[in-house]
Structures are given as structure tokens and as C-alpha cells.
């Protein structure tokens, strides 16, 4: 992995640019700024409805300087699938071009993802289109004001749930692993290298490439804004966010998660609860029930590595 | 997958095929290079026979996506057209309602689309049989929408529907409607052109830059359909599709006469097709395959002495206005004939408002009869037709009305109800 100081030297060029209007320490914005430092200017991005339709500035300002469109929200995917197959029939007419070597690559909110957009997310992934699909995971509808989305874990007050979740999170990772694609990734925006590289291997491989990051709302997750990448490094090292790649059907644990397969490593879920708004009404038995399931997981996920290290 | 045949190239042939596999071979003629496609009654063999082709290396270089829902066919033919390709899809009923909110974005982003319709009645009940209200219920959407009246129309209308789509002047989105089963499943003798006449025909397909307005190209970064105020031009922005529609009629039939110039066939002026209407005391608009079947019906009466004549509807967007005064003006009663609704609407038919609204202060007081019939597929005899023409024949000549009318509309082949 490249050291953050060789990451800034090497890639200096920004695709994301300042005067967008993101919230003070937003994640979307560190993941976005990040993901087009690895993926580079021969990218094309879709947007369906989220908080990035808004913050890359009203009409006729903009902040990206690479090209970018804005899409219906169940629309991610699929407009991103006839932009690499355009992208596509272009390289057959004008061969030795640009058009071979574009990337298409969604940005998209986790209700975009796990809730309207899985239709069409989960038709590009079986049919294996040549797109990064990256959903940017801050676990609420925040652009519409924080209502609770399949990826709202429980718990978390909402507008929508005032009382805390009720329900789980979908594991919309795992859903796409079991799609049979190429490569898929987590990554937390407090480990931007980390997210950094998982970016350029998705960019090297063929096929449809999925990354779900989480990233922290200030706002919706009742943080300081300060605390923005803290909060979610807290989630990486409770084990409540898990990094990983998935690579054609292989798991492999990311640095900063492999060693919490030791359960004495991890820190205690309330770390990473307690510092939220969003929690406040999570109860004792709540947290008790939360720490179970979560170390269960881990076992899961332990017994898978060495079903995996068996056969190989 | 069999390697493209770099050299396939189309001869002109006369052949025996359904009305869909017509569209199928007008977007094989006309290059298209993404075709992206979901399956429904009754347009599936349209995708079907384009499948047959893409695998038989009789398209190269076409990309075909075979997706999962309606609704991600548009958005990928959008984002397929955005980037600068010519496109290609169809669809039918309950399809089309499921893409209609990327139908409008279609629109709203002036990207040139031809998308073929087999039009089917919407449920429920359950009904997969011709009924234009499919294709009506997109009025609003700023699609051109035009009507194929049989097997060869459907060929010709959408070779037709690129040249006018990717005028750089109109850049909008085109439908072409045609009765599902009444000319999708049925066959008729059909001509494909020659594959050099189409390319001589039709614009060149986009080059690396794609369309003006709209690319997606690293060396011009640019920003698509971000959010605009209240304040900025969107209300600029839709004068500007209303006024590229009102334009399209110039250029509509511009085309048509190019096209029969160069193919031989004639489509009226290119927004209506007059049938004897000459010396017509009486006559009666129709659209879709009924209007062909309405020539046999004049024809059969003006042999029995009566002077009546029918006019083929070709586009409901942009609205011939001003044909349609002309028309009106010829006759004393007219007759239009939907096979489509529009519910709680002045008559109930939705041409039958077209042509009430652009007759008011038009200075013509010719009487209008509104029909509505075939709903959900439903058989429309010859017997019937000639029967409606008669109606007129008797409006004119005694005043009175049909006795069964409803609310002013006179809906043809109802079944006895208790």
C-alpha cells in the first residue's frame, strides 16, 4: 500500500474540486475525491438522486471536472451499463482511441442502492457490465432529510424511525458477492488508502466491480464535524464495519480488519455508539443483543477464512 | 457468439415478415450501435429477431444489452445516447408505463431515441391486445409520437423517425406506434432497402464527439441535469421542447418527401395522409392499422354512390393543427375514431380532444363526431366502419345523431350489458 505522503505527491491532480457544498466533513466527499484519484481523468460518472446530485453546486456551477451525469434515483446502474456499452460500441468505430480505456463508474447513496436502485444494481452485476458501482454508505436518506433506509442500522433514530430502528442492516456487500462478480470491496472513509487501492484494482478488472464505503453524516449521525473520520475509524476498529474484498468468490480481510479476527483486538461496540446522536436511544439489552450478533459475524466470517484456507 | 461479418451488407429484398420483425430490420438498417431490451407482449419478437442478428454477426459492432426491468432499458438507452450513439429499444403496455419516468428524462435531455411501440391496452384486466393508450398516455413527455398503419410503415416510419430524432435542430426522442398482434403477429410482403440507399439516406451516425449539446468525453468534462432554481432557465429550457415540436412539422414532412423521392413510397404530407377526400361531404380520422382498413370501407361506399373520404392520423406529437383545420374544412361532419382513452376528458377519446381543441376559433364549424372503439384489442369489422360512415352520411344529411351516443361520443361494438 502507498504511504498517504506518496498517495498526495503522486496523485496531486483533483477531479473533485473545492467550492463544491458539501457539509463540513462530509464522508461522501473524502470517498469521492479519493475514488477519482485512483480511477483518473478517463472516468465518466453517474449520479442517481443523492446528497451528490446537490453538492456538486447548482446549475450552471460544478464541481467535478470530469464528465458527469446526473440520473433518475433506481436508475444508477442501468444508465451506467449503456454508458460502457456506448463507450464500448465507440472503441469498435474509432479504435485506438480514448474510448477503450474509459472508466464508467456510479456514485451512489445507499437508498439509491439498497433500496430503489437494487433492481437495476443487481441486473448489471448478473450481467457482469463493464462499471464501478460504488455506493457511498452514510445509512440514512440524508439528502432528503434522514429517513431510514434498508441500510439504516438498528437502532439509529431517523426521522422516519424517531423511536431508533427497529430492523436490521442489509449486508448489501455480501448480495452482491453472491452475484458471482469479479471483485467487491468495503471500504470506511477513515482509510482513504485503503479505499485508494481498492479503487485501482477495481479499475484494472473487467466485469462489474462493486465498492460500498462507509461514509460518515455529520448531521445525520449527530457528530462534530471534527469527528467525521473518527467516527468511522471507531467503526473499523469495533469490527462493526468490516473491510474486505471479495475476489472472485474469495474473501480476503483488508489490514486494519485481518487482525480483529482475534475478538480480544476489537474494541467494544458502545465506543463507536456511544459517540453518535443517532444512538442515544439504543438500551442496555439493545447493546448487549448489538455485541452478540456483531461477534457472531465475526465468527461466521472466521469460519469462512479457514473453510477457504482448507481448500486452497 | 459468431465473429461480425465486417462485410455484411443488406441488399434490397421484398420479404414476407410480421410487423415486428419490420422494426427489427429498420434498426439493422439503420446501424443502430446499443439496443438495450426486456421482454413483453407484444413486442418480445422485435428483441428477438435483433437478437438473431447481433448473434449472427449481421450487426457488427452493435452492443446489445439484454437488461432486467423497463425501466433500466431507458435509463441505459439514455446513458447509452448521452455518450453518442445512435439507439435503438421497443416495448408495449404495461412496459412503457414501467419506463415512463426515464421517458421524460429521455426528452428532457433532447436525446434523439427511436423507440418502436406494440401498443397493448392497460390493465387491469389482464389484456395484451391493441389499444393505443399505451403510447398516448406519454403526451406530455415531449417524445415525438407518430402511428405505423401497416407492415412497411413500420419499416419506413422508423428509418424516417432517425432523420427527423437527430436533426440538430430538433434533437428529441421518437415514438413509433403500431397495433400489437393486429400488425406485430400478422405477415405481410415488407421491402428492406438496400444498405447503401439507408446510409445515403439517413445522417451519418455520430462522430467521436457525439451529439452538440450532451457528450461524455474526458477532453470536455460536462456536467448533465445537475439541480436548477426556480430562478435559472428551466421554464426556458421547456419552451424551447415545445417550440422544437411545433419546428418538427416542417421538418416532418420535409422528410416524407425525401423519403418517397428517394424509396418510392408515400406518406401523405408526412403528418396526415388524405384518402379521397377531394370532393367528401363526410369523412373520418383514424390512426393505426384501422385507417387502412377505413380506405377499403370508403371505397366500398363510394361504389354504392356516396361521397366520403378518410384521413390517416400519422403523428398525435406535434399535432397537425393546421392539417387538421384543412382537413375539417373539406367536409361538413368528420369523424375520429380512437382506439384509446382518456377518461373524464371532454369526449373520452384522446384524438377525438386534439381535434375539437384545434378546430375552437379556427373559424370551421364543421361538425365533429367522436368514436371510440377496438378498446383492448377488440375486433373493428369492415361492416362497422362502413357502418360509421354511414352515421355520418345520416348526421349530415338529417341532423341526427347515432341514438346509443354517450356524453356526446359514440362508442362503437359495445356488448349488450344489463
Known sequence: MVSIKEALETYQEEFFLAGNSTCAGCGLEIALRWAMKALGPNTSLVTPASCLNVVVGLWPKTAPNFPFMNMAFAAGAAAATGVSAAFKAKAYRFPGKVWEKMTTLVFAGDGGTTDIGIQGLSGAAERNSNIIYCCYDNEAYMNTGIQRSSSTPHGAVTTTTTLGKERYKKNLPRIMASHEIPYVATCSVSEPLDLFEKFKKAKSIEGCKYIHVLASCPPGWGIPSEDSVEIPRLAVKTGSWILYEVENGVITLSKKSKPLLDPSKRAPLIDYLSRQKRFSKISEKDLIELQERLDLQWVKISSEIKCQENLS | ?418
Open chain 2, 1 to 418: 457468439m459468431v465473429e461480425a461479418q465486417e462485410d455484411f451488407i443488406q441488399e434490397r429484398e421484398t420479404i414476407i415478415i410480421k410487423g415486428n420483425v419490420a422494426a427489427a430490420y429498420a434498426a439493422k438498417s439503420a446501424r443502430v450501435q446499443v439496443i438495450s431490451a426486456y421482454p413483453i407482449t407484444p413486442q418480445t419478437t422485435v428483441v428477438e429477431k435483433l437478437s438473431e442478428f447481433v448473434d449472427n454477426g449481421e450487426m457488427p459492432g452493435t452492443e446489445y444489452i439484454k437488461v432486467e426491468s423497463e425501466h433500466t432499458v431507458m435509463a441505459s438507452i439514455i446513458g447509452a445516447s448521452t455518450a453518442g450513439t445512435r439507439t435503438f429499444t421497443a416495448t408495449s403496455g404495461q412496459g412503457l408505463f414501467y419506463m415512463y419516468e426515464m421517458v421524460h428524462w429521455a426528452a428532457g435531455a433532447r436525446l434523439p431515441i427511436v423507440t418502436t411501440i406494440a401498443s397493448r391496452a392497460p390493465a387491469p384486466p389482464w389484456n395484451i391486445w391493441a389499444d393505443f393508450t399505451d403510447v398516448i398516455s406519454c403526451r406530455d413527455t415531449g417524445w415525438m409520437i407518430s402511428f405505423a398503419a401497416n407492415h412497411q410503415e413500420i419499416y419506413d416510419d422508423v428509418l424516417m423517425s432517425y432523420k427527423i430524432s437527430e436533426d440538430y435542430d430538433i434533437l428529441l426522442p421518437k415514438f413509433v406506434a403500431y397495433g400489437g398482434f393486429t400488425l406485430s403477429h400478422t405477415s405481410k410482403p415488407v421491402t428492406i432497402e438496400d444498405q447503401d440507399a439507408v446510409d445515403n439516406f439517413l445522417p451519418p451516425l455520430p462522430d467521436e464527439r457525439g451529439w452538440p449539446h450532451i457528450f461524455l468525453d474526458p477532453e470536455r468534462p460536462m456536467m448533465h441535469g445537475n439541480l436548477i432554481m426556480p430562478s435559472g432557465f428551466y421554464n426556458e429550457f421547456r419552451l424551447k421542447i415545445h417550440h422544437t415540436m411545433l419546428l418538427a412539422k416542417d421538418k416532418i414532412k420535409e422528410v416524407a418527401k425525401e423519403f418517397e423521392s428517394t424509396f418510392g413510397r408515400h406518406y401523405g404530407n408526412g403528418l396526415i395522409q388524405e384518402y379521397k377526400m377531394n370532393d367528401a361531404d363526410v369523412a373520418i380520422i383514424n390512426y393505426g392499422e384501422l385507417a387502412m382498413q377505413m380506405e377499403q370501407a370508403v371505397d366500398d361506399l363510394r361504389e354504392e354512390g356516396y361521397k366520403v373520404g378518410c384521413v390517416k392520423l400519422r403523428y398525435f406529437r406535434p399535432f397537425p393543427v393546421e392539417d387538421i383545420i384543412n382537413v375539417a374544412r373539406k367536409v361538413k361532419v368528420l369523424g375520429v375514431a380512437d382506439r384509446a382513452t382518456a377518461f373524464g376528458s371532454p369526449t373520452g377519446g384522446p384524438v377525438s380532444c386534439e381535434v375539437k381543441s384545434a378546430l375552437y376559433n379556427s373559424g370551421v364549424s364543421t361538425q365533429i363526431l367522436p368514436i371510440i372503439m377496438g378498446l383492448g384489442g377488440r375486433e373493428v369489422t369492415l361492416e362497422q366502419q362502413k357502418n360509421q360512415l354511414k352515421i355520418l352520411i345520416n348526421l349530415n344529411e338529417t341532423g341526427e345523431f347515432p341514438k346509443d351516443m354517450i356524453d356526446g361520443t359514440f362508442w362503437d361494438g359495445l356488448l349488450e350489458v344489463e
